[in-house]
């Protein structure tokens, strides 16, 4: 059978999905770009085993990269890869992860290898040849990250990285199930469709927020995220640059922690503590997950003190750390040429500081810093075999997809945010003036009720099944049901009167108004868990007026994408003519997941503050907002080689000290809202 026929036949057997449509910035492909597209979906068809679809095997068979070195911008980095593979690489079995050293230089060179073909069809040839040679895992990896930064695939969508390797997103004994299944059954001529459902066994508290750690839209987020800006992207050799990138780092964290800490919160649950190296973690964690070779990915005991491991000792970690805090207290830090770089006399102190503490390659020492981002994940990752003397797997603090599962990432964070305190701590309050907007006031805000409520959601198995020939792929569906949070769109109002017409920036942010024992707060203490709804540019009329806006169209969130095999077939009827695919130049699969926008609330009503703060719009860029719509954009960024489009620090105005008497402006208002968590049926529009 043709494998082009087969590939559309196979996708078209279950449709479930659809991404969203109300996008602006989308143009109609044409057949070169859908073939692009189809192409590069095929490669991520079941990563973890042989490449099935015989064309792409082939071309992989017959291309030869030594002999095409000349299609390649840099020869060294090809030359370099080929040592590599000669010396003998990751084995295709083994467990992946990037915070393994030689991994992660192999993943680099691999990335490299990509990154540098001269156009599409070298980058495409060579992704075929390297599918079935290298690890599938670090195929994923670095295939990912070139299609997300070369030009010729900047409009190219990823099909939803829970359907492509569901191990890091499953149970493992849902995979064993579907396994069983599939022996069961495959080979039959009936179509069978199987849904196992995922139940969650409440074995402690922390099993309570199931539903946030474990969605599998906020890992993918985590994924992507981490895809974008990977800490070792070269922005010299590689010719690319991100705006506020060390910033952007430690925003995004920050944002993630309080998204954590309001879920704690709305269970009943206590602020999160901050790891210590000389007590003993409390905080064991199983997270009943494994990889395709049937390792474990290893569980934690409670009551274990870390100790040196393999790359760093404990002491190198807290040299790291002086050396951080250092720099905050003399207000300076050094480069590698020992140049001198102030902390506080201009804007980029906080983007220095977001370097230093990921360890990006613009970090202005990286051997003198270091990256505690990562070492702390290492330190506790490495926690059961420091040494790898067990042949333990990497553990899921040590994969992007898993990481945010485990309690412990929140307690490091914790640790990693005593230095962003102490270095914001040391900037001065923002003044009546940075506040307030003149001439501009906000009257009222109308939010209503808002609801949230479970809802089933359903992905593919499929990715987890070995099959031997292409026909072994029809006939049975294999699916999980995982239940997620979600929540009924709501609209809110803003009436604003202004003395004249004036360009606006609009900030949209939710809080506590209560910590967990319900006692009131000072918002100089639930500041630091207010997180970010929406931010938007507003032309304000003079006079009266009303601003209005739905939660679809939140500048932090992207939908849910489509299945896999939705999306191929969307790709596939318009290769054939069928019908018109749309390339979304939004980039909608980054972004914090739509149906995470709101913290669970309570049976009979929880109270959050809702925050709106108008200011004005400083334009940053001749290109601010256009052509591109980047909808995700406060999470995301806007891509790489823009200007971030705004003016004030991330966060603003609560990324600073507040006191509360001289805070409060005409131009902001807090509103005091309910959340209510129902049942589906009880919501009266469950469904986006």
């Known amino acids: 059978m043709n494998t082009a026929l087969l590939f559309a036949t196979v996708v078209a057997v279950l449709v479930c999905g659809a991404f969203s449509d109300h996008h602006v910035g989308k143009k109609v492909a044409d057949k070169p770009f859908l073939m692009k597209q189809k192409n590069i979906l095929g490669l991520l068809h079941r990563i973890h085993q042989d490449n099935v679809f015989k064309e792409q095997v082939d071309v992989g068979n017959t291309y030869d990269i030594e002999a095409h070195i000349s299609n390649y911008k840099n020869t060294k980095v090809v030359k370099e890869f080929i040592s590599y593979y000669k010396k003998g690489m990751l084995q295709r079995w083994e467990p992946f992860s990037v915070y393994y050293k030689t991994h992660l230089e192999q993943a680099i ?44 695939t900047t409009d190219v969508m990823m099909p939803p990285p829970y359907e492509v390797y569901p191990y890091f997103f499953v149970d493992s004994d849902i995979i064993q199930k579907a396994y069983k299944y599939w022996m069961m059954h495959v080979g039959t001529p009936e179509h069978h469709t199987y849904i196992i459902p995922m139940n969650h066994t409440m074995k402690s508290k922390e099993n309570l927020l199931y539903y946030f750690t474990e969605d599998v839209g ?35 964290q920050h944002q993630l922690y309080a998204r954590y800490s309001l879920e704690r919160m709305s269970n009943g649950m206590p602020e999160v503590q901050p790891f210590v190296y000389n007590k003993p973690l409390k905080t064991a964690y199983n997270p009943n997950l494994m990889y395709h070779t049937g390792q474990e990915m290893p569980p934690r005991p409670s009551d274990k003190l870390v100790t040196n491991f393999d790359t760093y000792t404990i002491a190198d970690i807290k040299n790291y750390e002086r050396r951080v805090a250092d720099a905050i207290d003399f207000g300076y830090v050094k480069d590698e040429h020992l140049k001198i770089h102030s902390m506080y006399e201009d804007n980029n102190g906080i983007d220095y500081l977001g370097q230093m503490i990921e360890g990006s390659y613009n970090s202005p020492h990286y051997y003198y810093y270091g990256s505690l981002f990562h070492f702390y994940r290492m330190m506790l ?45 040391r900037l001065p309050r923002y003044t009546h003036e940075q506040l307030w907007f003149e001439g501009v006031t906000v009257e009222n805000v109308d939010v209503g009720k808002m609801y949230t409520y479970m809802e089933n959601f359903e992905f593919s198995l499929g990715g987890t099944i070995y099959v031997a020939k292409e026909e072994d792929m029809l006939g049975v569906n294999l699916h999980v049901r995982q239940p997620r949070l979600n929540h009924k769109p709501f609209t809110y109002k803003i009436e604003v009167n202004s003395e004249k017409a004036v360009d606006a920036y609009v900030r949209v942010f939710l809080g506590p108004k209560h910590n967990y024992l319900d006692e009131e707060w000072d918002l100089n203490e639930r500041r630091h868990f207010f997180v970010e709804m929406d931010r938007f540019r507003h032309h304000v009329p003079a006079g009266k007026s009303v601003i209005e806006r739905n939660s679809h169209d939140s500048s932090i969130i992207s939908p849910t994408p489509d299945s896999y095999r939705t999306f191929v077939k969307k790709v596939q009827d318009a290769y054939d003519g069928k019908t018109q695919y749309f390339i979304d130049k939004s980039h909608n699969y980054c972004g914090f997941p739509e149906n995470l926008l709101l913290p669970k609330g309570q049976k009979g009503g929880e109270t959050f503050t809702f925050y709106v703060i108008i200011t004005p719009y400083v334009k940053q860029d001749e290109h601010d907002f256009e052509p591109y719509d980047y909808k995700a954009f406060s999470y995301c960024g806007v891509g790489q080689d823009r200007k971030y489009p705004d003016d ?15 805070f409060y402006t005409t131009n902001m208002y807090f509103k005091d809202v309910q959340i209510f968590h129902k049942k589906l049926e009880e919501v009266s529009t469950p469904t986006h």
């Not at 060179?109 to 599938?136: G, H, I, Q």
């Not at 922005?235 to 430690?250: A, P």
């Not at 412990?408 to 990693?416: E, G, I, P, S, T």
């Open 218 to 252: 906020l890992n993918a987020f985590n994924m992507y995220y981490r895809m974008y800006y990977p800490s070792w992207f070269n922005v010299t050799e590689y010719g690319h640059k991100f705006d506020r990138r060390g910033e952007m780092f430690l925003y995004v």
């Open 381 to 425: 990752g490495h926690m059961m075999d420091p040494f790898h003397k067990h042949g333990l797997a990497p553990s899921a603090l040590e994969q992007p997809e898993t990481a945010l599962r485990d309690p412990a990432y929140y307690q490091l964070y914790k640790r990693m945010y005593h230095l962003v305190n102490k270095y914001k701590d």
């Open 648 to 662: 004030m620090p991330l966060g603003f105005p609560f990324d600073r000290q507040i006191h509360s008497k001289d």
């Open 109 to 152: 060179s691999l990335f490299e290898l990509f990154y540098f073909a001269n156009d599409f069809d070298t980058f495409y040839k060579t992704a075929c040849w390297a599918r079935d040679r290298v690890n599938p895992l670090m195929f994923w990896y670095s295939f990912t990250a070139a299609v997300l930064h070369r030009d010729d």
